[in-house]
């Protein structure tokens, strides 16, 4: 499977991606610059964490004019899987792509370190090689990551189990005291409509290796290839 | 040319942390403020034909880039021409 991480200026998880699924997942991975235009026939699009264009105006707003948008909006509405993780998501959301918004923290502070999601739908592209209910431990890094959606959208979302992950504690319980930066119904992840499009906060390429805390993120990515491997055989 | 000062603040129903914590510390100055709410101030300098023309500017730069409307609201606090 060919994936393409795209790199905007202020990206800072770039190379923690490409490090994941070149190395650990055995793909094959380029970097596009946001200036460019052309996904080089990548299958899987990804756009990294991190403080694109300095996070000015809003997380996320500047990135989605870049030229490579036009693209990735073209891939994502033809079908194709497109991850936006942390960043990604927030610039995902700005393009419309996923709904919703981005909030800042409910604390107010700039939040990194592990937590736990609840895995809630394991019958999209991204998540099938984890079990429904089965519990993650992921980082978080982020300033500005409570989800937050008006009413209707958010039915819809738990309508269409279109809520992938949810932030809960270690055992899988939903409280407010394991909800870090008080996400609207402790949503941690969506995907659009057709399940092709992925916005998540917490980091899975952080937590891909055992050596480096822990592996639970690297079945998405394993999840994505298995799924190509199936599509590309049939 | 035209310069326009426009205020963004969060929706009235949303909640604003920044905004409220700004209002707790004020209490604790012991200023008597019931609610304070925290945006952003543009000024923006652009050329329009006539006012009519830089107002219908001004909303289209919002729609598109600088309001996100699922969170955000936006007042012209003021739209002025100028020579230059």
Known sequence: MKAAVIVFPGSNCDRDIIDVLGDVV???VTAIWHQDRSLQDAHLVILPGGFSFGDYLRCGAIARFSPIMESVISHALAGNPVLGICNGFQV???C?????????NKSLRFICRDVHVRVENSATMFTTLFQKGQVLNLPI???DGG???EEEVLKELELKNRVIFRYCSANGVLDEENNPNGARQHIAGIVNEEGNVLGMMPHPERHSEDVLGGSDGRWLFESLVANWQRMVTR | ???AVIAITLRKSILDPQGSMIAKSLRNLDFRVEDTR?????ELTFRASDENHARELLQEMCAKLLVNSVTEEYRIISLNAYED
């Open chain 1, 147 to 149: 989800y937050y959606a």
């Open chain 1, 96 to 104: 419309g792509l996923l709904p919703g918004t981005l909030m800042p």
């Open chain 2, 38 to 42: 925290a945006g952003k101030h543009l």
């Open chain 1, 92 to 94: 995902l959301t700005e």
């Open chain 1, 26 to 28: 055995g793909c094959s």
């Open chain 1, 141 to 143: 890094a982020h300033a």
């Open chain 2, 1 to 3: 040319m035209f310069l």
